[in-house]
């Protein structure tokens, strides 16, 4: 019996006496705020960049290569740099700490996700990313075969939906669905193997692209139409697959299925899991998620930990900076940035850069930038997303059905964009100390669909978002009220790119010429697959936008590969 498989069982037994209602039922005075992003200095920065005026630098440095951004990409390059025998770097970052969405964080002493809190199981087309699990001891051969360190797997059970008043084992809407609904599982599920068939979907995407190797006719079809249209074409109309598949699409892209392409919603399955209706086999491998209390928090801290201005790091990683101008000369690059600890602005000199910023702010910062940049933020549209992070002092009287799971989502959560929670606890070795000590809940809420949801981030109080969160999760927790210490409130105005019909076929076409790039190889000594990257003579451009889409693999590899580039 796998290890994970034991905890759960250890778990469902212990539930019966650790989840019983506490003796202090009187509600709790709140506390709480915002906390792991400063939108004031990102809009400071916007408004500073808007009238285009900041004082003359205090200092000029010099390195020889400058990364503006320390999101997963930046932190990538950085790694891919140092690999490549490139110490002499600086990485600018605008918050207190680098990581991008995938940033963790502590309540009352508990880690939880500032943001993305899962990688899955890479496939063999992430190469670099499987690389950095090896570096990180996380993954290794045995026996010829490649294997898991179990601790970082996530424990079973993983998922579980609130459902009819009871919760089911599963995301996929099964308990009390008619046979009409499961036909509809079984048809989606052919016609996600038709399209797999009919081209391969690949994760990270910009595998399938390089020159001479345009995208195939039929991901070019799927891309040119929004998900929903193309669900209604093929005759899918069953309300439960509906929910389900806009679901995924809010949960992976900040937006639901009305606003992205078809493309995305059939890469969502086909590029890793496949989709399992009722009776079919799932592949577990596949299946598989590396998870941690501090979600992704756990990678980006690792990546950083080297670049720190500390015994241990490098001194690369330059946090509460902001990058004001980036200007690309004939012999060199100018990056002025904004230091906020010391109020004075700074010039840094380097012979090129690796731009890993979103595409929006890219197009801000860069000085003349190149119309394939200009191009993608005009296209391009981005998500806001909340995170809300729940201490509890005790444990919550739960819901009859299946046992409590890492990832617990509410079957048309009333709050707009709700996703539902991660259970920070979920991972500790003692099961006892899980299910009867205190925890974090992780509440997501994408907002891509929401009007204003931009707006109503930067303007509403913590209070706002806590009592959302809290009256969702109400619903199958009652006394999750009296439970809750303590809530804080992480916002991102731009949290991921949105996959609208026929962004794939634009970034398709960029950054497909080859460089005369030397070193490609992986921590492991292998050598690594061509990356294509956006880039000019001495800028190399990096971020998951690229891709048109937010995950970590696609943020990384862009990243691995923009590091390369700049090596030389």
């Not at 690796?354 to 190149?370: E, G």
Request: glycine share 10%; net charge neutral; aromatic share 8%.
């Amino acid at each position: 019996m796998h290890r994970r498989h034991f905890l759960a069982t250890a778990a469902a037994r212990a539930a019966a006496t650790a989840l019983l209602p506490g003796c202090d039922d009187a509600p709790r005075t709140l506390q709480g705020g915002f906390a792991g992003i400063d939108m004031e200095r990102g809009h400071a920065l916007r408004d500073r960049l808007k009238k285009g005026a900041w004082p003359e630098p205090s200092v000029v440095r010099r390195a020889q290569v400058i990364i503006a951004g320390g999101g997963v990409a930046g932190l990538a390059a950085a790694r891919s740099l140092r690999l490549a025998g490139v110490d002499d770097f600086a990485l600018l970052e605008l918050e207190d700490t680098a990581g991008g969405n995938s940033r963790g964080g502590a309540v009352e002493g508990i880690r939880c996700p500032l943001g993305a809190h899962y990688l899955p199981v890479p496939g063999d087309d992430a190469r670099e990313v499987q690389d950095l699990l090896e570096e990180l001891g996380l993954r290794q051969r045995v026996a010829g075969r490649w294997q898991y360190d179990e601790r970082h797997l996530c424990h079973s059970p993983q998922e579980r939906l609130f459902l009819h008043g009871e919760w089911q084992d599963g995301l996929l809407p099964l308990q009390g669905v008619p046979d009409t609904t499961v036909a509809q599982y079984r048809r989606f599920s052919q016609a996600v193997d038709t399209a797999a068939q009919a081209a391969r979907f690949r994760m990270p995407m910009l595998r399938t692209l390089g020159p001479g190797k345009p995208l195939a006719p039929s991901h070019l079809a799927l891309d040119a139409l929004p998900f929903a249209a193309w669900l209604q074409q093929q005759g899918f109309d069953d309300a439960y697959l509906l929910w389900y598949l806009d679901y995924c699409c809010r949960d992976d892209y900040g937006a639901g299925m009305a606003r992205v392409s078809a493309w995305a919603g059939i890469h969502y399955f086909a590029s890793r899991h496949g989709f399992h209706a009722p009776g079919d086999a799932p592949d577990e491998p596949r299946e598989s998620v590396l998870t941690w209390p501090e979600g992704n928090g756990w990678l980006t801290q690792r990546l950083a930990a080297p670049l720190r201005d500390d015994a241990q790091g490098g001194g690369q990683l330059r946090t509460a900076t902001s990058v004001l101008r980036i200007a690309e000369g004939r012999h060199g690059v100018e990056v002025d940035a904004f230091n906020h600890a010391t109020d004075s602005v700074e010039r840094w000199q380097a012979p090129r850069c690796v731009v890993a910023l979103p595409v929006l702010l890219a197009a801000r910062v860069v000085q003349n930038p190149p119309a394939f940049l200009a191009e993608a933020a005009r296209r391009l549209h981005s998500a806001p997303w909340l995170v809300a992070n729940l201490h509890l002092a005790s444990p919550l009287t739960d819901r009859p059905g299946a046992a409590p799971a890492w990832d617990n989502v509410l079957y048309a959560d009333p709050n707009p964009g709700g996703l539902g929670y991660v259970n920070a606890g979920h991972q500790r070795l003692d099961t006892r100390a899980s299910l009867a000590g205190p925890t974090v809940l992780t509440y997501y809420q994408a907002l891509g669909d929401v009007a204003d949801g931009r707006q109503q981030l930067a303007t509403a109080p913590w209070q706002r978002w806590a009592d959302v969160a809290l009256a969702a999760l109400a619903v199958p927790h009652p006394d999750l009220r009296q439970r809750t210490t303590r809530v804080e409130i992480t916002r991102y105005g731009h949290a991921m790119a949105i996959p609208t019909p026929g962004l794939l076929g634009f970034f398709s076409q960029i950054g497909l010429q080859r460089p005369t790039v030397k070193r490609k190889q992986l921590s492991n000594a292998e050598r690594a697959p061509w990356i294509p990257t956006p880039a000019t003579a001495r800028l190399a451009f990096a971020h998951s936008d690229w891709s048109g889409y937010s995950v970590f693999e696609e943020a990384f590899t862009r990243g691995h590969g923009a590091g390369l580039v700049a090596a030389g």
